[in-house]
């Protein structure tokens, strides 16, 4: 280094030195302005203005040798060889230009790194073909280690020079990588002319043809005015270049901030600009982005290497947004020339709206939407799941089947709102009550599931289900305590069921068994429950087609004054004679048609039929009509009825409706209106089976009944049971307090219609006067004014 400071210092003109670096500054900046031109030129102008950076620097290059040789003062006579002297500069040009083309190829990473050092390779070679141009009164010896030392320089600072000056379009870049560029050549050269020792020898002349110092002087100033001109175009070139392109970028950014999609412009990896979508989409300002590295953004590098592997193709990933939370983005890369070069665009697409849609989607297809609760098809497949594994591990699980009892009546009489409110609640309270592992879903409209696993005792299945029972106590949305229960169904696998089908079987089965034994209670399968409830499925399957088969007929009972044993009317009463199974009992297929709902159709036929065969009758009798609680809340019941009345001509006063107090009570308030309108029809009404139900006293004042039933069972037990006596007793009183007269039903003996005389009872109905028949074996009795009742009997009531 002493060498090559010793030789500036004391074998230089410094002020030579210093215009010598100040060129080499020049055509440096110069060179890395046209540098950049070249590179946002399109193909045809490219090669031309490759050219013009060559020759500036390559001018550039030669004109610092020349000049600083200018500086150097050997104090002995020097001239310069014309046709190496020229070499030289064709070498620099040259040399320039090859460096320059190879370090703007595109897709070469390293190009600039390359393109740089043979840049340096060119100075070298520039510099010692001007060297062996010099000729000079004496021997030059060289030190080979610096000549080494000032060709690795000028490579090593040359790349560096290129890798910064395109780096980017900043004027950073480009005044760094032209202090580089200048740094390579001046320490190339210095270190270079360290490496030269002249010694003096006279006997050396010079040749004549060489040029003089003073003219290569005048050819140096013209080459330096050539850079200085070239200069000027360089700089006028980047200003008009700058304008343009922050002209471009102001456009390219109003069109990108239309767009919905966040955009984002990489210049490699490094983020030039983006878009308003993008800054709003990661929450910060883009001067805080731009500039930034990609990767920054999209932290999986597979990812990212796929996106600019497959352009114009969708990636899905993860984009890290300014607070570090992840946020799942869909990204097309494309490349656009943008500023003369190519350049990456990113789309991000928001991926959250379409997440949250597909989760709502697989939410929706396995959860019940009303309570949150699983549904049938993730039920389903949680149970075969589930018996899979209590089969291999030899394990007993249970399957409890809940069913609302009084639903119904809350959605007609309270709204669906509150239905689905009570649902709700429901599925609340059970939930509160399930331990983890324990399933439980909603199956379809009030029918519930749980999924019990590893059960040891049958036992703990019984205690959840009175836990369940428990949790139900409630009183809400003004729906009374009482009016929902819920009746439980209990199977368990292995023991009653091999696979899901039988299994949920099996739970039903025992859920009707709960259901008919009193509602709100719970019930184990038993082997002997499969076997009725496809009875009672095969019952209602045939039912369904009982009326357009004629399988269906009406038997008539008469109604008779108790002390003269005139007949008042006829009960009507349905028979079902079944192809194969014979007199189906009412008992047996009237409540089968009352949960299926069937019994609206039926109810519908009886009471048409009913009416008809009354109004031909020549006597003016009653006829007793049962109708069940679905008819009396059904909507359009009263219309019916009057229109059944006024089709077949029968008085409405002969038409009586016989109303069970069950009937009432689940819905009362519906009840009272129909029974109002119906006696405003002047239709009769009598409340069947009194003293089995509810018996209360505020229902016979409340509705507007025209007689009371005593239910059979007690007749029978008069005379047996003194608490039956009681009963009739006190139900006969209650009709006279009330004006309500009385009738007694299922009278067999004249025991009994000897005793209800002289209890008071007015009417009676049972075998003694008559058994349930067609209405062609009575057919004496509703054309004529026959007494029914035998001899003695009528003695006996009369006495
Ligand atoms: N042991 C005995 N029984 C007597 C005597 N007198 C009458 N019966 C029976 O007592 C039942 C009286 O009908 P219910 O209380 O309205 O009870 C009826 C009624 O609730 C229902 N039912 C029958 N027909 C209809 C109908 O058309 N519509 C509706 N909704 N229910 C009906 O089926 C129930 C049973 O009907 P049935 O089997 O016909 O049974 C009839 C009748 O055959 C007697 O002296 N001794």
């Not at 046209?34 to 045809?44: A, D, K, N, P, Q």
């Not at 899901?500 to 509602?519: C, M, N, P, Q, V």
């Not at 009509?625 to 019916?640: I, P, R």
Request: charged share 20%.
């Amino acid at each position: 280094m002493l060498t090559v400071y010793d030789c500036i210092v004391s074998e230089h003109d410094l002020r030579l030195v210093a215009l010598a670096a100040l060129v080499c500054a020049l055509a440096s900046l110069t060179a890395v302005n046209l540098l950049h031109h070249v590179r946002r030129s399109g193909h045809s102008s490219r090669i031309v203005w490759l050219g013009i950076a060559a020759a500036s620097t390559g001018f550039g290059i030669w004109a610092t040798h020349f000049i600083a040789m200018l500086a150097f003062s050997p104090s002995l006579p020097t001239a310069y060889n014309v046709v190496l002297t020229v070499i030289s500069l064709i070498a620099a040009v040259a040399l320039t230009g090859i460096g320059f083309g190879a370090a703007l190829l595109p897709g070469l990473a390293a190009a600039p790194w390359i393109g740089g050092a043979m840049v340096g390779g060119g100075i070298a070679v520039m510099h010692y073909t001007g060297m062996a141009a010099f000729e000079v009164a004496g021997t030059i010896a060289w030190d080979p280690a610096l000549v080494a030392s000032s060709i690795l320089l000028g490579g090593l600072i040359g790349a560096a020079s290129l890798f910064v000056a395109l780096r980017s379009f900043s004027l950073r870049s480009k005044l760094v990588g032209a202090l580089l560029l200048t740094v390579a050549i001046c320490s190339h050269h210095f270190t270079a002319m360290g490496a030269v020792a002249i010694t003096p020898d006279p006997a050396i002349a010079l040749s004549p043809s060489s040029i003089r110092t003073e003219w290569l002087a005048i050819g140096v100033a013209f080459v330096s005015l050539a850079i200085l001109l070239l200069a000027v175009v360089a700089l006028s070139l980047d200003i008009r270049e700058r304008r343009r392109a922050s002209l471009e970028m102001e456009r390219m950014r109003d069109l990108t901030d239309a767009a919905v999609e966040g955009l984002v412009l990489c210049n490699g990896d490094t983020i030039v600009t983006v878009n308003q979508s993008f800054a709003r989409l990661v929450g910060l300002t883009s001067d805080q982005i731009v500039g930034q590295s990609l990767a920054a953004w999209i932290p999986d590098s597979s990812k990212r290497d796929n996106l600019f592997a497959a352009l114009g193709q969708a990636v899905e990933t993860e984009l890290r947004n300014g607070d570090g939370t992840l946020l799942p983005v869909e990204l097309i890369a494309r490349q656009i020339n943008y500023n003369g070069a190519l350049h990456n665009v990113v789309a991000f697409r928001d991926l959250r709206d379409r997440r949250n849609a597909e989760a709502q989607i697989r939410y929706l297809a396995h959860h019940d939407p009303l309570t949150g609760l699983d549904n049938r098809a993730s039920f389903d497949q949680r149970l075969d799941r589930e018996i899979r594994l209590h089969r291999r591990a030899k394990r007993q699980m249970a399957l409890l089947c809940l069913d609302l009892d009084g639903f119904k009546e809350v959605n007609d009489i309270y709204g669906h709102a509150t239905g689905d409110r009570v649902l709700q609640d429901i599925a609340r309270h059970l939930s509160a009550v399930l331990v983890d592992g324990q399933m439980l879903a909603r199956l379809g409209g009030d029918e519930f599931a749980i999924i019990a696993p590893l059960v040891t005792d049958p036992a703990q299945v019984g205690q959840l289900a009175d836990t369940l029972l428990k949790s139900l106590k409630w009183d809400e949305d003004g729906v009374p305590a009482g009016l929902v229960s819920v009746s439980i169904g209990i199977a368990l696998y292995p023991s009653d069921a091999k696979d899901r089908t039988e299994l949920l079987s099996s739970a039903d089965a025992a859920l009707y068994r709960a259901k008919t034994e009193g509602k709100g209670t719970y019930r184990f399968f038993e082997a002997a429950m499969g076997a009725q409830i496809r009875e009672r499925r095969s019952i209602e399957h045939d039912l369904r087609s009982a009326i357009a088969n004629n399988e269906l007929s009406l038997a008539y009972q008469p109604q008779a004054q108790v002390d003269t044993g005139e007949v008042n009317g006829f009960e009507v009463l349905l028979r079902w004679t079944h192809p194969t199974r014979g007199k189906v009992p009412p008992s047996i297929f009237i409540p089968i048609a009352e949960d299926s709902g069937l019994i609206l159709k039926i109810g519908e036929w009886v009471m048409r039929e009913a009416c008809h065969e009354a109004a031909t009758w020549m006597r003016p009798l009653t006829i007793a009509v049962n109708v069940s609680a679905l008819q009396l809340t059904s909507d359009g019941f009263v219309e019916f009825v009057q229109s059944t009345l006024s089709q077949t001509k029968l008085p409405p006063e002969r038409l009586e409706i016989e109303i069970t107090e069950t009937a009432l009570i689940r819905d009362p308030n519906r009840a009272l209106q129909t029974l109002q309108k119906l006696k405003a029809l002047g239709v009769n009404i009598a409340m069947d089976d009194f003293g089995t139900g509810y018996s209360s006293l505020s229902n016979l004042r409340a509705f507007p009944f025209d007689k009371i039933k005593i239910d059979r069972s007690f007749i029978q037990a008069v005379h047996t049971n003194p608490q039956a006596a009681a009963i009739v007793r006190a139900v006969l009183g209650l009709g006279r307090g009330l004006g309500l007269p009385v009738i007694a039903e299922g009278v067999e003996t004249s025991e009994e219609l000897r005793f209800l005389g002289l209890e008071g009872c007015t009417e009676a109905q049972g075998y003694l006067f008559g058994r349930p028949a067609p209405i062609a074996e009575f057919v004496p009795l509703i054309n004529d004014n026959v007494v029914v009742l035998p001899q003695p009997l009528r003695r006996a009531a009369a006495d």
